[in-house]
Each structure stands twice: as structure tokens, then as C-alpha cells.
């Protein structure tokens, strides 16, 4: 049975302030940033969002730019033209439906295109300040290690968090288990040596 007051007293001393990695301003730029990173690196995703971000500000930008124009703008970043047909619907659903805001709820946002559970409770926690767990690959195998979860369906995963995780801490929970799985607790060559839960950790896992 994982110890989650220790996993959390280690996390907090580990990673005491974790940030997202890419660069947004508000919601509605934490959208496009999330859509462009599936896959692909937020160094990359923030070069390309550096230039865009300044050009373009609400979705109707977006539609007037165009789905051709908005592929050439953000070519650089893997599968960059579903990608920008993607954020170009999706942009005309908030203009249309929303007002050109983001909406604020999870069921609202996965029903736009390229915007799936994960990047979802993304920006509920980070756009709107919303208590979420966030699974991805990394939050997937760090909890596993740690015997927080024995499940592989993320949202499966994402419940178990849920239930274990303390509620106002289920966002830091989050952002800082991607930071120790991105940089620590790889998958393939993890940094055992190096960890600060080496001594609590199935590393079999």
C-alpha cells in the first residue's frame, strides 16, 4: 500500500513550486498550446507559439487565418496539419458557441476537436485553477511505480489518483510527477541512482 503522505512530503520538497512547461498568457493560448504538443516537445511548441501567440489572440484570428495558413505558421511540429485543422474547428466552435472563451467545464471541452480528457483537465487546472489530475504518460508511470495505481486506462488511472490524492493537491500532484517522469523517472533508462524515491519505488514496474 503506497504511504501518499510521504509520496506527497517528498514531492512538495523535490518539486515545491511545478510549472507546466509551455508558455501561455490565458486559457485560450493554453489550448492551442496543448493541442500542438501532443507528441511533440514544448521547447519546440514554445518557439512556434512565441511568434503565433503575438500575431493571433482570439479564435476568430484563427478562422480568418485559415487552416492552410495556420499549417504553414506552425509546420515545424509533428503531425502539424491535422493539427492545425483541428485547432481550426475547434476555433470556430468557441466563436460560434462560446463567444470566442474557453468553456469551463470537462465535458464542454472534450467535445472540441484535438481536445481529448488529458489535455482537458489541463486547462481546467491551469487556465481556470480547477483541482485536476492530469495523466499522462509520465503521471502514468510514476503513480504505477509508486503503487498508486495497478491500472493502464488513464481514466482509470486518473480515478484511483483521485481517491488516494488529496484533493488540493491533485493539480501540484500532477505537474509534479510529469516533471519527475520527464527528467528522473524515465521510462526506459530511469535515474534510480539519483531518485528521491528509490527506496520506496517498484522498479520493476
Not at 509546420?75 to 496539419?81: E, R
Not at 481529448?116 to 489530475?133: C, D, Q, S, Y
Request: glycine share 4%; hydrophobic share 35%.
Amino acid at each position: 500500500m503506497a504511504d501518499v503522505d510521504k509520496i506527497k512530503e517528498i514531492l512538495k520538497k523535490k518539486y515545491p513550486n511545478p510549472k507546466i512547461e509551455l508558455n501561455f498568457s490565458n486559457p485560450f493560448e493554453l489550448l492551442i498550446a496543448t493541442i500542438l504538443s501532443a507528441q511533440a516537445q514544448d521547447v519546440r511548441v514554445n518557439k512556434v507559439t512565441e511568434n503565433l501567440f503575438k500575431k493571433l489572440k482570439t479564435p476568430e484570428d484563427y478562422v480568418n487565418l485559415g487552416e492552410d495558413n495556420l499549417a504553414e505558421e506552425i509546420k515545424s511540429i509533428n503531425y502539424y496539419k491535422n493539427k492545425a485543422k483541428n485547432i481550426i474547428k475547434c476555433c470556430e466552435i468557441l466563436a460560434k458557441k462560446y463567444n470566442n472563451k474557453v468553456p469551463e467545464t470537462l465535458e464542454e471541452l472534450v467535445e472540441l476537436p484535438g481536445i481529448g480528457r488529458k489535455t482537458a483537465n489541463v486547462i481546467l487546472g491551469l487556465g481556470f485553477n480547477k483541482p485536476v489530475i492530469i495523466v499522462d504518460t509520465h503521471v502514468k508511470r510514476v503513480s504505477k511505480r509508486l503503487g498508486l495505481t495497478n491500472e493502464n486506462d488513464p481514466q482509470k488511472i486518473e480515478f484511483d489518483l483521485m481517491e488516494k490524492i488529496p484533493k488540493n493537491y491533485w493539480t501540484e500532484f500532477s505537474l509534479a510527477a510529469i516533471l519527475h517522469g520527464r527528467y528522473t523517472c524515465k521510462a526506459r533508462k530511469p535515474n534510480c541512482g539519483n531518485c528521491v524515491f528509490n527506496e520506496i519505488c517498484d522498479k520493476n514496474v
